[in-house]
């Protein structure tokens, strides 16, 4: 079963995908980038982000976002909400969802979020509101379907803050500036690889970051740049035919010699060795 509709007044799509086989491939056209929310209501599985092998538990919760590639091992078991940024821009409507930094363009790694029973229940009634607002046909339905989507946001976000922030309860204040620091890295970590960039953007010292960041999150602020120049060469090497050098320089590099380095100091391996060891991903058409 698979649902799509498109915003006439922004041309943003939503699209609702259930027993149906389906992957993701990174893309660099805007139009094409769509923000995944895969729910696993079957057994435990494998899913396949970016070349790496993951459990996706059952019951489970799993954004994904356009930059990444991904396949499932039994894709005819997962439910999926997939839509761009014309139909719902998650940073345009912070103040209503508070996932931007987060739940996308966070630095928590990939968010398995575990389903209680009683939300268990509320993602089943949610997903049944979901087909029947796809099968009705009104001038409301681009807003009702932004409203559901929203909710599913919501409970997504509350939900992986309480599995994932170290400090509870979580206050908002300070967990804004941990997540506004992650979209400053995701959108600058090509140019602006020194923590002092990012404080100065959000008017704090390094060294409060470092202290919020102790608090809230398993990762200092400069690892979390490191990790995210790390996560998009890997991408590179993996999905283009770009040298070694051309993907210096795309990330900020000036000398080859002084990336290879880096990758070898922050991952353990040379350039080399890691493009002996990456693996063939299964190709689900």
Known sequence: MKFSHIDQRSGGVIHFLQDEVFSGRRTELAADRLFTIALNSGPAQKVY????????????????????????????????????RDFYCIVDHDNEVSCAGFLFFGSYGHLFIKLDRSNQRKLKMLRSVFIEEFETEDSTKSEMLKMLLKRLIIIGTRLAKDQYIKEQPVGSDNFDIVRKYNLLVDRNFKTQHQVQFYANELNKSPKTLSNLFTRYHHKLPLQIIHDRIINEAKRLFYYTDKSAKEIAYELGFEDAGHFSRFFKRTTGQSISEYKKGQITLPIIP
């Open 49 to 84: 982000i970016d070349n790496v092998g993951y459990t996706f538990p059952s019951w489970c919760l799993l954004p994904l976002f356009s930059n990444q590639s991904f396949t499932f091992e039994e894709p005819g078991q997962i439910t999926a909400w997939q839509y761009n």
